[in-house]
């Protein structure tokens, strides 16, 4: 299995995917440091943290959005495009187990697009750093829940790149992010309405796809607090303000969420004549 995730974190590095990663990335730093540095051109700088903090909450989802677009698509080619050109076979040979190779396949790919989450991360919350002088209250925390979606979205992906073609994998799996990521806003909305009703939807997606709680969690450690006293319950209804961190259970969810996917992508690919 480890052998596999080094080959597959080799291949996936060698993809014209991961350059056009690197100058999505580029491009979105840019233009998000002269944004923060107009920020502090403009406001005092009481008003420029505070614009910071929920401006550094919109690019990273930007920077989510770009990571869950290029992962998708990669382990799309990487599962079904082997699977189905018959390259697998020369692997499946030898004595390895189908559920080991998905798995080196999954964690290869977790591998990659987590490191480039928290490298783009980081560099974003030093470009903030540079312009306007804010630092998040809990960077490595936040970075490692991006990582934390990233996982949660691949392992969906592999799930539907056992089932269905590269390309159908990476448009389905992105579009039920985004869905669970507006379901995780009417949510919000209906939490700052007192409405329960619009309010559960935002808790069962989160509970469906956990790709939400934990961008929310991620929101919650890079925004400046302040921000949410400020607004009291009225925040919630922000997309791009968090007023609560996830727990140790939610986190768990996560986890076990992880596990059966992978443990239902493994149950597939066993039955699926190669």
């Known amino acids: 299995m480890a052998v596999v995730a080094l080959l597959t974190l080799r291949e996936a590095s060698r993809r014209r995917?991961?350059?056009?990663?690197?100058?999505?990335?580029?491009?979105?730093?840019?233009?998000?440091?002269?944004?923060?540095?107009?920020l502090a051109q403009e406001?005092?700088?009481?008003?420029?943290?505070?614009?910071?903090?929920?401006?550094?909450?919109?690019?990273?989802?930007?920077?989510?959005?770009i990571g869950a677009l290029g992962t998708a698509f990669l382990s799309g080619p990487t599962l079904s495009g082997e699977t189905e050109s018959g390259?697998?076979?020369?692997?499946?040979?030898?004595?390895?187990?189908?559920?080991?190779?998905?798995?080196?396949?999954?964690?290869?790919?977790?591998?990659?697009g987590g490191a480039y989450v928290v490298?783009?991360?980081?560099?974003?919350?030093?470009?903030?750093l540079a312009t306007v002088g804010y630092w998040p209250p809990h960077p490595l925390a936040g970075l490692l829940l991006l990582a934390g979606q990233t996982a949660v979205l691949l392992a969906l992906s592999v799930l539907l790149a056992t089932v269905v073609s590269p390309m159908a994998s990476g448009v389905v799996s992105v579009g039920l992010f985004g869905a669970a990521w507006i379901a995780g806003v009417v949510g919000?909305?209906?939490?700052?309405?007192?409405?329960?009703?619009?309010?559960?939807v935002g808790t069962v997606s989160r509970v469906v796809l956990p790709t939400d709680g934990l961008w929310r969690g991620a929101m919650s450690a890079f925004q400046d607090p302040s921000?949410?006293?400020?607004?009291?319950?009225?925040?919630e209804a922000f997309p791009f303000l968090s007023t609560s961190s996830p727990t140790p259970a939610y986190l768990v969810w996560a986890a076990l969420w992880?596990?059966?996917?992978?443990?239902?992508?493994?149950?597939?690919?066993?039955?699926?004549?190669?």
């Not at 406001?43 to 910071?52: D, I, M």
């Not at 980081?122 to 470009?127: D, E, F, H, I, K």
């Not at 992880?258 to 190669?274: E, I, P, Q």
């Open 188 to 200: 919000g909305v209906g939490s700052a309405l007192g409405n329960e009703g619009v309010a559960r």
């Open 43 to 65: 406001l005092t700088s009481g008003e420029a943290l505070v614009a910071a903090s929920q401006v550094l909450n919109l690019v990273m989802f930007g920077l989510s959005l």
């Open 17 to 38: 995917v991961v350059l056009a990663l690197v100058g999505l990335t580029l491009l979105l730093l840019a233009l998000s440091g002269w944004g923060f540095w107009r």
């Open 87 to 112: 390259a697998v076979l020369s692997v499946l040979a030898r004595p390895v187990r189908r559920w080991a190779w998905l798995l080196g396949k999954w964690l290869g790919l977790a591998v990659f």
């Open 227 to 235: 921000a949410v006293t400020a607004l009291g319950r009225g925040a």
């Open 119 to 128: 490298v783009a991360g980081a560099a974003l919350c030093l470009v903030v």
């Open 258 to 274: 992880v596990a059966m996917v992978l443990a239902l992508a493994a149950a597939v690919l066993a039955r699926k004549d190669l």
